[in-house]
C-alpha cells in the first residue's frame, strides 16, 4: 500500500502496533516493516524510495589534497590529549566518487566517544582526523552511480566513517538516511546516535529482545544524552526505571523524562539505594555509560541472572572482571556498540526508522540543552567532560550560524 494512501486509522494502528505503548504480543514484540514506517514518516516530500539500490567504495575518503579541491573549515586533531588539542583549521575536500555524497552539515551531535578518540582511548585509523560521528546536513553532490539520494536531500548519519566535526564532509551513500521533514535539523543530530543506542540497549541487546513490563532497570548518567533517551523508552515499555544523576537540576530532569526512582550518586550509596528500592531483589538489567567509578557497584545490584550493560566509560576503563565472579549470580555481561547493530543497510533503516516514528510520535522528547559553535567544540568538550551539561550537545557550523544572524 502507498504510505500516501493510508487513512488516519492505519496510521494510528501503525505507531500503535508497531512501537508503543502496546507493542506486546503474548510477551512478544509485533514486528512491522520499518522501510514502511519511514516512508509514512517522510511521505511530506517526494516520494522517496529507501530501498534503493546503492553502491559504495570500501575505503571513504574524508577529505582531499588535490588542487581543485574546496576549503571548508573542519575540527582537526594533530596530537592526543585533553580539549585543548583540538583545532580549528581549513580543510580541503574533493568531489565524491563512486558510491560517495557530500554532504554540507547543519547541525553536528557530540557524543563521549568523541572524547575517547581524541584522548586515545579508541584508535583513530590516520593522524591527524577530524572527530565526530553523528550529523545532519544537506547533500551538495552526488558520485557516480548514486541512485537512492539527490542534490537537495536532508540526510542524518551515525557512526563510521568518522568526521562529521566539518562543514562538509564526502561520505558513503549507503551510511545515510534521509531525515523526515518534520524532525528539525538540530534535533536529528542530537538524536540519530544517541537515539540509535537508545533503541538497541532496550530492544535488542538485553535479553537478544527488549525491556519489558515488569522489568527493573537501572540507568547511569540518567539526564545524559543517551541516558535521557533511554529512562523515556523504558519507562514507555513499562519498565520501573531507577537513574542516577549528580545534581539537583538532574534530578529534575531524570524524573520528566521517567524515573520512578533518583538517586543522587553524590550523596547517597547507590548500591545500598538500589537495594532498598528493589526489597533486597536487585535490578533486571543496568546500563551503565560511566565505566570504573561504578562498574563494581552496577554488578552488586543485579538480582540473579541479571544483565550487566557496559557501554562507555566517561570516568576510566573498569578494571577487569574474572568471568568467576559473575558465577554467585550467573550474571550476564555484555560490552556492545551501536557499529555492531547496524552492520547492515536493513539493520540500519530500520533503527533509524523506529528512533524517528518515536519522535515524531512523542514517546521521546529530545531535549538539545546546549549548543556551540562547531569553532568552539574544546569548550563544548570541557563542558562535557566536566559534567556541566545535561541532555544532548549540538555543534552548529559556523558558516549557519553567519548565514541566519
Known amino acids: 500500500m502507498n504510505c500516501k494512501e493510508m487513512n488516519i486509522t492505519t496510521r494510528l494502528w501503525l505507531h500503535r502496533d508497531h512501537l508503543l505503548p502496546y507493542p506486546f504480543d503474548s510477551g512478544h514484540y509485533r514486528r512491522r516493516p520499518l522501510p514502511s514506517l519511514l516512508q509514512l514518516l517522510l511521505s511530506k516530500k517526494e516520494n522517496t524510495s529507501l530501498r534503493s539500490k546503492i553502491t559504495t567504495k570500501s575505503v571513504p575518503r574524508a577529505f582531499s589534497t588535490s588542487a581543485s579541491a574546496a576549503m571548508v573549515k573542519a575540527i582537526r586533531v594533530h596530537e592526543l590529549g585533553g580539549p585543548e588539542v583540538l583545532k580549528w583549521e581549513d580543510v580541503e575536500i574533493g568531489e565524491p566518487n563512486e558510491g560517495e555524497i557530500c554532504v554540507k552539515n547543519q547541525a553536528i551531535g557530540l557524543n563521549f566517544i568523541d572524547v575517547y578518540f581524541r584522548k586515545g582511548v579508541y584508535k583513530a585509523a590516520t593522524m591527524p582526523f577530524t572527530p565526530g560521528m553523528e550529523a545532519v546536513g544537506v547533500v551538495t553532490a552526488v558520485g557516480p552511480g548514486i541512485t537512492g539520494r539527490k542534490v537537495g536531500d536532508v540526510v542524518a548519519y551515525a557512526g563510521t566513517p568518522m568526521g562529521s566535526y566539518s562543514e562538509e564532509q564526502i561520505l558513503p551513500a549507503n551510511k545515510v538516511v534521509p531525515l523526515p521533514p518534520s524532525i528539525d535539523p538540530v534535533v536529528g543530530a542530537s538524536i540519530i546516535l544517541k537515539g540509535m543506542t537508545a533503541h538497541f540497549l532496550v530492544r535488542r541487546c538485553f535479553k537478544k529482545c527488549l525491556v519489558e513490563p515488569g522489568h527493573i532497570v537501572l540507568v547511569h548518567a540518567a539526564a545524559g544524552g543517551v541516558g535521557s533517551l533511554l529512562c523515556q523508552w523504558a519507562n514507555a515499555l513499562g519498565a520501573t526505571v531507577i ?163
Do not use: W
Not at 302 to 317: E, K, N, Y
Not at 353 to 358: D, I, K, M, R, S
Open 243 to 405: 537513574g542516577t544523576v549528580s545534581t539537583d537540576d538532574k534530578a529534575v530532569q531524570a524524573k520528566e523524562d521517567g524515573c520512578h526512582h533518583v538517586i543522587m550518586y553524590k550523596e547517597e550509596d547507590f548500591v545500598a539505594r538500589v537495594n532498598e528500592i528493589t526489597s533486597g531483589n536487585g535490578v533486571h538489567v543496568v546500563y551503565d555509560s560511566v565505566g570504573k567509578d561504578t562498574f563494581q557497584g552496577s554488578l552488586a545490584c543485579l538480582r540473579g541472572r541479571g544483565f550487566m550493560v557496559s557501554f562507555g566509560q566517561s570516568s576510566g576503563v573498569p578494571d577487569p572482571v574474572p568471568l568467576s565472579s559473575l558465577a554467585a549470580k550467573s550474571l550476564f555481561l555484555t560490552r556492545p556498540s551501536l557499529m555492531q547493530y547496524t552492520t547492515t543497510r536493513d539493520e540500519l533503516l530500520e533503527t533509524a526508522g523506529e528512533v524517528f516514528a518515536n519522535v515524531a510520535s512523542a514517546v521521546l522528547r529530545v531535549r538539545v540543552n546546549h549548543k556551540y559553535p562547531l569553532s568552539q567544540a574544546a569548550q563544548a568538550h570541557a563542558d562535557l567532560e566536566a559534567r556541566k551539561t545535561s541532555g544532548s550537545v549540538v555543534l552548529i557550523p559556523d558558516s549557519i550560524i553567519g548565514s541566519t544572524s
